[in-house]
């Protein structure tokens, strides 16, 4: 990688485009060496854990160089463009080293570090990085050149014939603190794992390899425990097997409902009803001037009907400070929304939705789904859910036991609406009826609260005339 040093170079540094994370993977650019760019111009897509963000370069200049490929996941705060601002034609900088190439040999210690080459030691057990990217596979025949190398060099290491820029042998493995809590928890002894990250580091994929397949360190096995960049799923070794890597939304959100699930004591009540008039006022809504251009459908008026009852219950919408030992009653609504996407089931929601008309609460809906279906979903509008919406009905499921979104005390899960028999003023007739469950952590919320907002929700949708009166 080529350094700048000139005055009239900006370094645009990997940002933090959401609280906490700590890397992203650069899915594309949109500009190359030579092109010139402007101050709010968006020059590269990258995925972070929880979402794809487009990213802005804050000035104006000609692009000198792109320090790393497409695909690469590169820690936040290193740089990743550099960008000739002086107003002068800048030379087409030399491209970023093949993927096949090795990680640099480690820094010493009294050799002063580059600027933007690395993130600074602000987290306990972390310390200076060596190496701020880990490379990830690419598509094409250099995934197996790349993989086989780290396999064979892994080989050799075992047999005493260490290739001198490889790591020393050490008692303790290389590994990050959260990378040795995800071992200790799926039971995972470190020092039987292959390592693949920079400088013979152990990374979570390396643990989650050792977990589906342990196996000697051979070439083949390299390749098949390797992370591909796609979502798409890509067969390795057999015919037999597919194995997906999970990264990304996918890795969070696995995290995210292990540590929900484990945590927060998950109480589920269920109620079946009668939701004839609903439906039809969702066709009358349809027709309605006021709703002209916005989405209209049954999950609009099930999201009023859950506001209402949370406004009736207002206990329901709380979470709990483990730390502090309180419970914390939050009086506003930011009404999260599951959303199947093709990068995994994120949760975007509407804030302040408590204080929405039922048309402002339409268009929000469809803002939120439009901008889920395009993947362009920012960080920030994951953040801060009170109270979550799960819809498994539009995939003809009846109902579900949902899992609480880490922070939240509540979560509704809503079935698929279907003809079925049902007894309408004494006489058994068709009527449109669905299953509502109602998961909530029962260390905030118990049995008579919880059953009360899904009567109450249940109520609203067997006779909707009541969000008038209880609105």
């Known amino acids: 990688m080529t350094t700048m040093t000139e005055a009239s170079v900006r370094e645009f540094k990997m940002p933090d485009v959401g609280e906490g994370l700590t890397e992203a993977e650069i899915l594309k650019w949109y500009v190359q060496p030579g092109d010139t760019v402007t101050d709010g111009q968006v020059v590269c897509e990258v995925e972070t854990a929880k979402a794809a963000v487009e990213l802005p370069i804050p000035y104006d200049g000609v692009v000198r160089e792109l320090h790393f490929p497409e695909g690469t996941t590169v820690d936040v705060g290193t740089a990743i463009i550099a960008v000739d601002v002086s107003g002068g034609a800048a030379p ?62 892994t080989e050799l290491n075992g047999h005493g014939a260490a290739p001198s820029a490889a790591p020393a042998v050490k008692e303790r493995p290389l590994a990050k603190p959260p990378v040795r809590k995800l071992a200790k928890d799926l039971g995972v002894d470190l020092t039987t794992v292959v390592p693949t990250g920079p400088d013979g580091i152990i990374t979570r994929e390396d643990v989650h390899a050792a977990v589906a397949e342990p196996r000697t360190p051979q070439p083949e096995a390299a390749v098949a425990a390797a992370p591909a960049p796609a979502p798409a799923a890509v067969s390795y070794d057999t015919a037999r097997e597919t194995r997906i890597p999970v990264k990304g939304v996918r890795k969070a959100t696995a995290a995210a409902m292990v540590g929900s699930a484990f945590t927060a004591p998950h109480v589920t009540e269920f109620v079946t009803v009668d939701v004839t008039r609903t439906m039809k006022l969702v066709e009358e809504l349809k027709e309605d001037k006021e709703f002209a251009g916005l989405r209209v459908n049954p999950l609009l008026l099930i999201a009023k009907a859950l506001l209402v009852a949370i406004k009736r219950n ?37 804030k302040d939705a408590h204080a929405k008309t039922l048309p402002q609460l339409a268009e929000s809906l469809g803002e939120l789904v439009s901008t889920a279906r395009d993947g362009k979903t920012s960080p920030a509008a994951m953040q801060g859910g009170t109270v979550t919406i799960t819809n498994v009905g539009v995939f003809g499921v009846d109902t579900g036991t949902p899992i609480l979104n880490p922070g939240e005390s509540a979560i509704l899960a809503v079935g698929a609406i279907k003809l079925q028999p049902w007894v309408h003023k004494g006489k058994v007739k068709p009527r449109q009826v669905t299953t509502l469950a109602l998961s909530f952590d029962h260390r905030l919320v118990d049995g008579e609260l919880g059953s009360k907002v899904l009567a109450d929700v249940a109520a609203i949708l067997e006779q909707p005339k009541r969000l008038i009166t209880w609105a």
């Not at 080293?97 to 640099?104: R, Y």
């Not at 600074?120 to 598509?139: D, E, I």
């Open 314 to 350: 207002p206990d329901i919408n709380a979470s709990w400070d483990e730390a502090a030992q309180e419970i914390v009653v939050k009086h506003y609504v930011n009404l999260g929304i599951a959303a199947a996407t093709p990068r995994g089931l994120i949760v975007p929601n509407i």
């Open 92 to 153: 087409v900088a030399e491209q970023p080293a093949p993927a096949a190439e090795q990680p640099a040999a480690p820094r010493p210690a009294d050799e002063p570090k580059a600027e933007g080459s690395g993130r600074q030691p602000v987290l306990v057990g972390y310390g200076v990085a060596t190496s701020s990217t880990r490379r990830r596979p690419r598509k094409g025949p250099e995934v197996p050149v790349q993989q086989a190398s780290t396999a064979i060099q």
